[in-house]
């Protein structure tokens, strides 16, 4: 893929030629819809309605299982030589590569991302992931457990059978490689839930994956609300394991589900209020408030790791605070397809006024800073301006609540000891940052922070060789690094008497 970034014009007239994919994609081709229900697809930078999309129900939920079932018995993928698996998987990521502009697009247009992160960011890292775990397919081993003499205890990894992955409209593309990707490299067959708000590029993917090789029936794609075809995989008595990116309400859901159907594994990343320390040490304050910034309104917010708790020693509170506050007056709201703009739109209306309401929250909680009405570009579409409340208390609902949308809560902190209080008093656990020069306090205070990833004088650390996941009510399990692979296969054990 070039690098070269296309011009704002350049993006309008390619986007103008997309094509839109609106059906189920089951048993390797796009197929009617059981029902007669489709879902809207709008534009949410401009209000413009892109295409309809097919609203799986039950039924389509029911045949995609099928057929992915049907697949992962007759042993074309499930029993494949690794080495055709890791090939397979290898032009999946260079396919990614090369369509990157059109499922940039897509993405962009289907939920407001910026293009630019889109193109240079989301789509370049989905192919890092399918090549990364293709590579891991051919260099995962079994062992040989200690026995006794004339016994031979042999342990492999098997593939659990048809996983389903339910994933969200913040990273449509990137996150549905997150699940799909270990899942495929492990030899299961897959059902994909995209978002409804964002299916374009997953029924893209699949096109791409049999183009790369991927048997038919091996990755299927229903989209559909999370009511209906949702509820239907996290229900279904023939899905084995079920990987959910999204709310925490809603991965309780899937929890449910398997309780009340065949007790399927359920692994879930789910909801954060990651906090973002600076301690008065630090060396940087113009990058740790620049990184600030970035840590909560990149994406406008809607990262479930967003760092949109900003714990700040007091000696230093004022200070920095008027250098974010410098940053985010400076920060440009536009349309998604322009490379110059700083920020889009939210990704509907709905969205939108759930932000608006915690905004009116904390105009009664906390001291309003900077930001917090609705703006119109154009005319149209879901923008709010980046916002910064300071004054905040911690058991406050801007403090506690994922808001998910550009809302920073600053609070200050006397000590470390207090500042680790702060942090941890959450009922999520995904991921954190610190700012410090001082090694020892970087390490002992990285060591009491209850998050999956601690980022220490950085913000979103994120790579396919790291696990990413949360503690408490962040989810359990982690995707990405070979720690994934362990979700979506088992050991199993072939005892041999051979005295």
Not at 310 to 318: A, E, P
Not at 320 to 332: M, N, P, T, W
Request: glycine share 10%; hydrophobic share 40%.
């Amino acid at each position: 893929m070039s690098q070269t970034m296309p011009t704002h014009e350049q993006w309008r007239e390619r986007a103008a030629t997309l094509e839109f994919r609106s059906l189920p994609y089951i048993g390797g081709e796009p197929v009617e819809s059981a029902g007669k229900d489709s879902i809207p697809v709008i534009d949410p930078g401009t209000g413009q309605h892109l295409t309809e999309v097919a609203a799986g129900e039950e039924a389509d939920v029911n045949r995609a299982v099928a057929s992915a079932r049907e697949a992962f018995e007759a042993g074309s993928w499930s029993r494949a030589d690794p080495a055709e698996r890791k090939q397979t998987l290898l032009r999946l990521a260079e396919l990614v590569r090369r369509h990157a502009e059109e499922l940039a697009l897509l993405d962009s247009l289907n939920m407001g991302k910026l293009i630019a992160d889109s193109y240079t960011g989301d789509i370049p890292h989905a192919a890092d992931v399918f090549q990364w775990y293709a590579e891991t397919a051919d260099k995962t081993y079994g062992e040989i457990a200690p026995s006794g003499d004339g016994d031979l205890a042999l342990i492999t990894r098997e593939p659990l059978g048809v996983v389903a992955a339910v994933v969200p409209w913040n990273f449509p593309f990137s996150l549905a490689s997150w699940k799909v990707a270990p899942a495929l490299t492990a030899g299961n067959s897959v059902v994909l839930k995209p978002a409804e708000q964002s299916p374009l590029s997953a029924l893209r993917l699949a096109e791409l994956a049999v183009e790369a090789g991927l048997p038919a029936g091996v990755l299927n794609v229903v989209p559909g609300y999370g009511e209906t075809a949702g509820q239907a995989l996290g229900r279904h008595p023939d899905v084995d394991c079920l990987g959910f990116t999204g709310s925490s309400e809603v991965g309780k859901l899937f929890m449910r589900y398997s309780s009340e159907s065949n007790m399927k594994p359920v692994w879930l990343e789910c909801g954060g209020k990651s906090p973002n320390l600076v301690f008065a040490d630090s060396e940087d304050l113009d990058e740790a408030a620049e990184r600030a910034c970035f840590a909560v309104f990149w994406n406008q917010g809607q990262v479930c790791s967003s760092n949109s708790r900003l714990l700040v020693q007091r000696s230093i509170h004022d200070d920095l605070v008027s250098r974010v506050l410098d940053r985010v007056r400076g920060i440009r709201l536009g349309d998604q397809l322009d490379p110059g703009t700083d920020m889009g739109p939210l990704v509907d209306e709905t969205q939108l006024e759930r932000v608006l309401g915690y905004i009116e929250r904390g105009r009664g909680e906390a001291t309003l800073a900077v930001g917090g009405e609705r703006m119109a570009i154009d005319g149209a579409g879901c923008f709010v301006e980046p916002t910064v409340f300071t004054d905040v208390a911690n058991s406050s609902v801007i403090a506690q609540d994922e808001i998910f949308g550009p809302v920073l809560a600053v609070i200050p902190f006397e000590d470390e000891a207090e500042a680790i209080e702060i942090a941890n008093d959450t009922r999520y656990g995904l991921a954190a940052s610190l700012w410090t020069s001082n090694v020892s306090r970087a390490l002992r205070v990285s060591s009491r922070l209850r998050a999956g990833t601690v980022s220490v004088n950085s913000v979103h650390a994120n790579g396919a060789p790291i696990p990413f996941g949360g503690f408490k009510e962040s989810g359990f399990g982690r995707d990405l690094s070979l720690h994934s692979l362990d979700k979506y296969s088992a050991p199993k054990t072939t005892w041999i008497h051979y005295g």
